[in-house]
């Protein structure tokens, strides 16, 4: 017996996760009392949530459709559309203690103290559009696998909306508390369905020679568009020449790219401060992170499974299917009920983020641009009320740009984009004394004028503006990819121009107030006490002094501070869990050649 292309059993599945993991999130309302408890879940999570939430608001089947979609087109290299964070996760070793110590709400908190309450507001408006934009394609990917996975019972735009109406529901009532418990639950279902999947299809294909083989004979009928040769399908980086787009030069300048906007992205700081220490932040961040590396390699070589089950499919929309169609294909040989368990996963993994994201944006909204316009005088009832209500605005946004997405790769990439313009000013503002608060905006403006001047920007089908079809002719060969300006060449023209913008402004400019920046920096250097009461942003306990600078460049202008030897050991043992990682890929591939 069928409904909506699933067995009963499949149904009663879904619906249990469904009616469970929403009414979770709404008993955790019962712990909103004011706007840290809603923003910030209270600063009360240690080790295992904090790792949830970051593996949780970091990991979304949208991923896993690009990941397998690239796959499908370019071979094995298509990993790296989500391992070009891989390298920068070592990072987060060093980053996560620094915005626990911000004892921060939002990122336009940090914003407002090292510049002013402007740049704060710009923040506003470009998070609100990194999440809106990074919320679309959650859910369009998300769409897409459960249309394929259901036979296209369940209509993609059906799905977004029921989606959007459940994550919506919890995630208003019960705040960044809700979305970290939830995480908790919703990480576990994606880690064990990232890997459920992948000997299941390894075996029907006759094992990994099998799928080698099979690999090679689909390629000499149906060829990958995005390499030269059915053994490059099976290298991490296919080499140059225009034979692959993703090449060792497209990985290092997106791993740039990712450096820059990791810090800047709106959710990364609240979900730092959501932890009780720094040191619970530090590992969350990074044992998060890196169970999402882990989990990427499975979605990788379901790709290259997809391309052998699914031989010929030339559509974005196709292709976007392929992760969803491998499951429609194999679960229901198992064991009835799978595909319902398959589709909770699915949706654990985009409601899990998308509940970050969402209240995330809501704190923007509500504590950097509407509490300093009514000066803070309400009750926090108030404000919190206007964070759910602001939450359920910004969805709307986001399901605005899951219908206008031509396909999950092109929201993807977007959002690279954008998660780069305020990372300049974020690290400049870090490190350099010098930048202004006309830098700041100098630098964001001007990387967002190259973004949009070396784009193709189209509305409901017009074309409004085509770098392509005006300056691709005339561009040397080395900086196109079939034809369009290539997305690495893209990224260094706007980083770049964000960069210098801000430093000449910067320094045309008056420099910042001395004692401005002594308490900004101060208070970044001040290890966090457990239980510390935090009575503003940006500002220390009552009785706590400021810990001494210890610089690594003795120069007034600079504030590079030298790294503790926990930091130093951190860093370099997760930079060799990244390598052994991709050694790992790289011999587990060989299997079976």
């Known amino acids: 017996m069928k409904l909506l292309g699933l ?10 996760y469904l009616a469970g993991i929403t009414l979770l999130g709404v008993w955790m309302g019962r712990t909103i009392h004011n706007t840290t408890d809603f923003f910030v ?8 949530l904090s790792t949830f939430f970051s593996f949780g608001a970091g990991t979304h089947s949208d991923q896993a459709v690009s990941v397998s979609a690239k796959t499908y087109t370019s071979g094995m290299s298509g990993i790296w559309y989500q391992w070009l964070w891989l390298f920068v996760t070592p990072f987060y070793w060093l980053i996560a203690p620094i915005q626990r110590r911000c004892r921060a709400i939002t990122t336009g908190d940090y914003f407002e103290a090292r510049y002013a309450r402007s740049v704060a507001m ?22 897409a696998v459960i249309d394929a996975t259901t036979a296209g019972e369940v209509d993609e735009d059906w799905a977004i909306a029921l989606m959007t109406i459940l994550f919506v529901t919890y995630g208003v009532v019960g705040g960044l508390a809700a979305a970290v418990v939830t995480d908790f639950v919703q990480g576990v279902l994606t880690i064990v369905f990232s890997f459920m999947l992948l000997p299941i299809a390894i075996i029907k294909l006759g094992g990994f020679s099998g799928l080698h083989e099979k690999v090679a004979a689909t390629f000499a009928a149906h060829p990958a568009p995005g390499v030269s040769d059915a053994d490059a399908m099976w290298s991490l980086a296919p080499g140059g020449g225009g034979a692959s787009e993703i090449t060792l030069f497209y990985v290092i300048v997106i791993m740039i790219n990712a450096l820059i906007g990791i810090a800047a992205q709106p959710h990364s700081l609240p979900g730092a401060n959501a932890s009780r ?16 590396r882990f989990c990427t390699i499975a979605w990788c070589l379901l790709g290259m499974c ?3 089950m699914f031989a010929g499919m030339t559509e974005k929309d196709e292709i976007d299917q392929s992760f969803g169609l491998v499951a429609h294909e194999l679960l229901p040989q198992i064991l009835s009920g799978l595909i319902g368990v398959f589709i909770a996963s699915l949706l654990a993994s985009i409601m899990s983020s998308c509940d970050a994201f969402m209240i995330t944006c809501s704190g923007l909204f509500t504590h950097n641009l509407y509490r300093p316009l009514t000066g803070g005088r309400k009750p926090e ?15 709307t946004g986001g399901v605005f740009f899951a219908y206008m997405f031509e396909s999950v790769l092109h929201g993807l990439e977007l959002f690279w984009k954008i998660s780069a313009l305020m990372g300049i000013p974020f690290w400049a503002g870090l490190f350099w004394r010098r930048a202004t608060t006309a830098g700041a905006w100098a630098g964001t403006l ?35 990819w079939k034809g369009e300006f290539w997305l690495p060449w893209q990224m260094i023209v706007y980083l770049t121009a964000g960069s210098l913008g801000l430093m000449v402004v910067s320094l045309l400019t008056r420099p ?6 002594d308490h900004f920096y101060g208070v970044l250097r001040t290890p966090v006490q457990e239980g510390e009461v935090i009575e503003a942003p940006l500002t220390l306990p009552r009785g706590l002094e400021p810990a001494p600078p210890n610089k690594l460049i003795d120069h007034p202008d600079w504030e590079i501070q030298i790294p503790t030897r926990r930091g130093i050991a951190g860093f370099l043992v997760v930079a060799a869990i990244a390598a052994a990682l991709v050694g790992s890929v790289v011999l587990l591939v060989r299997i079976g050649a």
């Open 277 to 292: 220490t720094e040191r619970d932040a530090q590992f969350g961040a990074v044992a998060g992170n890196m169970i999402k």
């Open 7 to 16: 067995d009963i059993a499949d149904v009663c599945t879904l619906f249990v």
């Open 512 to 517: 910042p107030v001395a004692a401005q920046l």
């Open 306 to 308: 997809a391309f052998v």
């Open 41 to 48: 879940g209270g600063r009360r999570f240690g080790k295992l």
């Open 446 to 480: 001007l990387a967002f004028a190259a973004v949009v001047f070396t784009s193709d920007i189209s509305i409901a089908g017009h074309n409004i503006w085509s770098f392509n079809d005006r300056f691709a002719d005339a561009l040397p060969a080395w900086m196109l």
């Open 381 to 395: 009832t108030h404000y919190v009320n206007v964070g759910r209500v602001a939450a359920a605005v910004v969805v």
């Open 122 to 143: 710009l923040f506003v408006v470009v998070g609100i559009l990194n999440l809106m934009v990074n919320i679309g394609t959650m859910l369009k990917g998300s769409g």
